[in-house]
Protein backbone atom coordinates (compact mmCIF):
# COMPACT_ATOMS: atom_id res chain seq x y z
CA UNK A 1 0.00 0.00 0.00
CA UNK A 2 1.15 3.70 -0.90
CA UNK A 3 0.33 5.04 2.59
CA UNK A 4 2.37 2.64 4.53
CA UNK A 5 5.82 3.89 2.52
CA UNK A 6 4.39 7.33 2.43
CA UNK A 7 3.64 6.99 6.42
CA UNK A 8 7.61 5.56 6.52
CA UNK A 9 8.65 8.65 5.34
CA UNK A 10 7.06 11.11 7.57
CA UNK A 11 8.60 9.05 10.15
CA UNK A 12 11.91 9.61 8.20
CA UNK A 13 11.53 13.82 8.04
CA UNK A 14 10.81 13.66 12.00
CA UNK A 15 13.74 11.50 12.70
CA UNK A 16 15.88 13.77 10.50
CA UNK A 17 13.97 16.97 12.07
CA UNK A 18 15.47 16.13 15.42
CA UNK A 19 19.42 16.52 13.77
CA UNK A 20 18.10 20.33 13.58
CA UNK A 21 16.79 20.51 17.16
CA UNK A 22 19.65 20.48 19.14
CA UNK A 23 21.46 23.16 17.21
CA UNK A 24 18.23 25.59 17.50
CA UNK A 25 19.17 28.62 19.52
CA UNK A 26 15.85 29.92 20.37
CA UNK A 27 14.42 27.24 22.19
CA UNK A 28 15.34 26.81 25.86
CA UNK A 29 17.09 23.43 26.94
CA UNK A 30 13.40 22.46 28.58
CA UNK A 31 11.76 23.40 25.36
CA UNK A 32 14.33 21.06 22.58
CA UNK A 33 13.90 18.32 25.01
CA UNK A 34 10.09 18.80 24.85
CA UNK A 35 10.25 18.61 21.12
CA UNK A 36 12.81 16.08 20.76
CA UNK A 37 10.57 13.71 23.07
CA UNK A 38 7.48 14.79 21.02
CA UNK A 39 9.48 14.21 17.58
CA UNK A 40 10.36 10.88 18.27
CA UNK A 41 7.51 9.67 19.46
CA UNK A 42 5.36 11.30 16.68
CA UNK A 43 7.86 9.07 14.77
CA UNK A 44 7.85 6.11 16.54
CA UNK A 45 4.16 6.59 16.14
CA UNK A 46 4.31 6.80 12.44
CA UNK A 47 6.09 4.01 11.97
CA UNK A 48 3.96 1.63 14.15
CA UNK A 49 0.91 2.46 12.37
CA UNK A 50 2.79 1.83 8.65
CA UNK A 51 3.48 -1.76 10.07
CA UNK A 52 -0.30 -1.96 10.46
CA UNK A 53 -2.11 -0.49 7.43
CA UNK A 54 -5.24 -2.04 6.77
CA UNK A 55 -6.80 0.63 4.76
CA UNK A 56 -5.49 2.53 2.09
CA UNK A 57 -5.77 6.74 2.97
CA UNK A 58 -2.70 7.90 0.45
CA UNK A 59 -4.52 11.50 0.82
CA UNK A 60 -4.45 11.45 4.36
CA UNK A 61 -0.57 10.01 4.40
CA UNK A 62 0.50 12.63 2.00
CA UNK A 63 -1.10 15.06 4.21
CA UNK A 64 0.83 14.21 7.44
CA UNK A 65 4.09 14.24 5.59
CA UNK A 66 3.16 17.67 4.33
CA UNK A 67 2.76 18.17 7.94
CA UNK A 68 6.07 16.70 8.52
CA UNK A 69 8.10 18.45 6.03
CA UNK A 70 6.67 22.07 6.95
CA UNK A 71 7.83 21.57 10.50
CA UNK A 72 11.41 20.79 9.29
CA UNK A 73 11.52 23.69 7.57
CA UNK A 74 10.22 25.55 10.72
CA UNK A 75 13.00 24.26 12.68
CA UNK A 76 15.36 26.85 12.26
CA UNK A 77 16.26 30.64 14.53
CA UNK A 78 15.31 32.08 11.40
CA UNK A 79 11.88 30.53 10.65
CA UNK A 80 11.13 30.12 14.40
CA UNK A 81 11.89 34.39 14.61
CA UNK A 82 9.12 34.89 11.82
CA UNK A 83 6.16 32.81 12.65
CA UNK A 84 7.11 32.72 16.59
CA UNK A 85 8.22 30.29 19.05
CA UNK A 86 4.54 29.76 20.30
CA UNK A 87 3.29 29.11 16.69
CA UNK A 88 6.55 26.36 16.56
CA UNK A 89 5.41 24.79 19.53
CA UNK A 90 1.82 24.28 19.03
CA UNK A 91 3.02 23.00 15.04
CA UNK A 92 5.20 20.29 16.85
CA UNK A 93 1.91 19.79 19.17
CA UNK A 94 -0.14 19.09 15.91
CA UNK A 95 2.23 16.69 14.35
CA UNK A 96 1.98 14.67 17.77
CA UNK A 97 -1.39 14.71 18.20
CA UNK A 98 -1.45 13.99 14.47
CA UNK A 99 0.68 10.38 14.74
CA UNK A 100 -1.60 9.69 17.63
CA UNK A 101 -5.02 9.81 16.22
CA UNK A 102 -3.48 8.33 12.69
CA UNK A 103 -4.47 4.63 13.56
CA UNK A 104 -8.06 5.53 13.55
CA UNK A 105 -7.69 6.12 9.95
CA UNK A 106 -5.66 2.98 8.49
CA UNK A 107 -6.80 0.41 10.79
CA UNK A 108 -10.14 -0.28 10.88
CA UNK A 109 -10.84 -2.11 13.76
CA UNK A 110 -9.74 0.65 16.15
CA UNK A 111 -12.58 2.76 14.26
CA UNK A 112 -14.80 0.39 14.76
CA UNK A 113 -14.11 0.54 18.98
CA UNK A 114 -14.52 4.05 18.70
CA UNK A 115 -17.53 3.86 17.24
CA UNK A 116 -18.69 1.41 19.64
CA UNK A 117 -18.03 4.00 22.69
CA UNK A 118 -20.55 6.34 20.82
CA UNK A 119 -22.99 4.91 20.36
CA UNK A 120 -22.80 3.67 23.89
CA UNK A 121 -22.91 7.62 25.07
CA UNK A 122 -26.04 8.12 22.43
CA UNK A 123 -27.79 5.43 24.16
CA UNK A 124 -26.65 6.02 27.63
CA UNK A 125 -27.61 9.67 27.24
CA UNK A 126 -30.65 9.01 25.73
CA UNK A 127 -31.50 6.47 28.30
CA UNK A 128 -31.03 9.59 30.80
CA UNK A 129 -34.01 11.37 29.09
CA UNK A 130 -36.01 8.88 29.03
CA UNK A 131 -35.31 8.48 32.24
CA UNK A 132 -35.64 11.83 33.72
CA UNK A 133 -39.21 11.78 31.83
CA UNK A 134 -40.29 8.93 33.99
CA UNK A 135 -38.95 10.02 36.60
CA UNK A 136 -41.29 12.19 38.49
CA UNK A 137 -38.61 14.84 39.75
CA UNK A 138 -39.33 18.43 38.40
CA UNK A 139 -35.80 19.04 39.43
CA UNK A 140 -34.51 16.53 37.24
CA UNK A 141 -36.61 17.05 34.36
CA UNK A 142 -35.26 20.91 34.48
CA UNK A 143 -31.76 19.87 34.98
CA UNK A 144 -32.34 17.07 31.79
CA UNK A 145 -33.29 20.52 29.75
CA UNK A 146 -30.16 22.26 30.82
CA UNK A 147 -28.34 20.01 29.56
CA UNK A 148 -30.15 18.43 26.66
CA UNK A 149 -27.88 21.48 24.13
CA UNK A 150 -24.25 20.56 25.87
CA UNK A 151 -25.25 16.79 25.17
CA UNK A 152 -26.58 17.09 22.04
CA UNK A 153 -22.96 19.66 20.88
CA UNK A 154 -21.18 16.54 22.52
CA UNK A 155 -22.53 13.94 20.44
CA UNK A 156 -22.57 15.90 16.88
CA UNK A 157 -18.84 16.80 17.83
CA UNK A 158 -17.99 13.33 19.18
CA UNK A 159 -18.78 12.11 15.58
CA UNK A 160 -16.02 14.27 13.64
CA UNK A 161 -13.97 13.31 16.70
CA UNK A 162 -13.49 16.64 17.54
CA UNK A 163 -11.97 17.11 20.97
CA UNK A 164 -14.09 19.28 22.23
CA UNK A 165 -17.21 16.75 22.22
CA UNK A 166 -14.92 14.80 24.44
CA UNK A 167 -14.67 17.58 26.99
CA UNK A 168 -18.21 18.42 26.95
CA UNK A 169 -19.08 14.35 26.91
CA UNK A 170 -17.18 14.29 30.58
CA UNK A 171 -18.37 17.81 31.43
CA UNK A 172 -22.39 16.65 30.42
CA UNK A 173 -21.74 12.76 32.34
CA UNK A 174 -22.02 13.47 35.85
CA UNK A 175 -25.26 14.58 36.53
CA UNK A 176 -27.07 11.94 34.17
CA UNK A 177 -24.67 8.94 36.63
CA UNK A 178 -26.30 11.00 40.18
CA UNK A 179 -29.68 10.79 39.07
CA UNK A 180 -29.47 7.24 37.83
CA UNK A 181 -28.03 6.38 41.27
CA UNK A 182 -30.58 8.49 42.97
CA UNK A 183 -33.34 6.77 40.81
CA UNK A 184 -32.30 2.96 41.90
CA UNK A 185 -31.68 4.28 45.54
CA UNK A 186 -35.35 5.92 45.36
CA UNK A 187 -36.73 2.60 43.33
CA UNK A 188 -35.15 0.26 45.97
CA UNK A 189 -36.41 1.95 49.03
CA UNK A 190 -39.79 2.77 47.53
CA UNK A 191 -40.59 -0.72 46.64
CA UNK A 192 -39.47 -2.23 50.21
CA UNK A 193 -42.21 -0.20 51.62
CA UNK A 194 -45.70 -1.30 51.22
CA UNK A 195 -46.85 2.48 52.03
CA UNK A 196 -44.68 4.35 49.99
CA UNK A 197 -45.89 1.70 46.68
CA UNK A 198 -49.59 2.73 47.74
CA UNK A 199 -48.35 6.50 47.51
CA UNK A 200 -46.66 6.33 44.38
CA UNK A 201 -49.98 4.21 42.73
CA UNK A 202 -52.55 6.88 44.38
CA UNK A 203 -49.94 9.48 42.70
CA UNK A 204 -50.12 7.86 38.81
CA UNK A 205 -53.59 6.95 39.17
CA UNK A 206 -52.92 3.64 38.80
CA UNK A 207 -53.04 0.38 40.81
CA UNK A 208 -50.48 -1.20 43.02
CA UNK A 209 -49.33 -3.33 41.33
CA UNK A 210 -48.56 -0.97 38.11
CA UNK A 211 -47.05 1.13 41.00
CA UNK A 212 -44.43 -1.29 41.80
CA UNK A 213 -43.58 -2.14 38.13
CA UNK A 214 -42.92 1.20 37.52
CA UNK A 215 -40.36 1.09 39.77
CA UNK A 216 -38.54 -1.86 38.52
CA UNK A 217 -38.78 0.39 35.60
CA UNK A 218 -36.74 2.77 36.93
CA UNK A 219 -34.75 0.39 38.78
CA UNK A 220 -33.82 -1.45 35.14
CA UNK A 221 -33.25 1.61 33.44
CA UNK A 222 -31.34 3.39 35.53
CA UNK A 223 -28.84 0.51 35.77
CA UNK A 224 -28.45 0.39 32.03
CA UNK A 225 -28.24 4.58 31.94
CA UNK A 226 -25.30 3.93 34.53
CA UNK A 227 -23.83 1.31 32.45
CA UNK A 228 -23.59 2.98 29.02
CA UNK A 229 -22.40 6.06 30.11
CA UNK A 230 -20.17 4.75 32.56
CA UNK A 231 -18.79 2.06 30.33
CA UNK A 232 -18.90 4.75 27.40
CA UNK A 233 -16.67 7.27 29.18
CA UNK A 234 -14.50 4.72 30.17
CA UNK A 235 -13.85 3.53 26.15
CA UNK A 236 -13.52 7.18 25.12
CA UNK A 237 -10.84 7.61 27.58
CA UNK A 238 -8.84 4.64 26.21
CA UNK A 239 -9.15 6.36 22.86
CA UNK A 240 -8.85 9.77 23.59
CA UNK A 241 -5.94 10.55 21.00
CA UNK A 242 -8.70 9.92 18.11
CA UNK A 243 -10.15 13.16 18.73
CA UNK A 244 -8.13 16.28 17.29
Not at 23 to 40: C, D, N
Not at 77 to 94: F, H, M, Q, S, T
Amino acid sequence: MKSEKILLETADVLESTLEKIERLGSLSEKEKTKVKKSLEEAAGNFREVASRVEKDNEELAEFFFKKAKELKLMSTDKAIEKEGKKNYLKAVNRVLLYSRSAEYDFVPKKLVELKRAYRKYIFGMTSFFVLTGAYLNQFFAITALILAIPIILSMLSLQRRGYTGLLLAYASAPIPLVVGFNAIVYSLSALRDPNQVSTIAEHLGKSVSFAQGYLIFLVILSAVEIYLIASSLVELYRNRHAFL
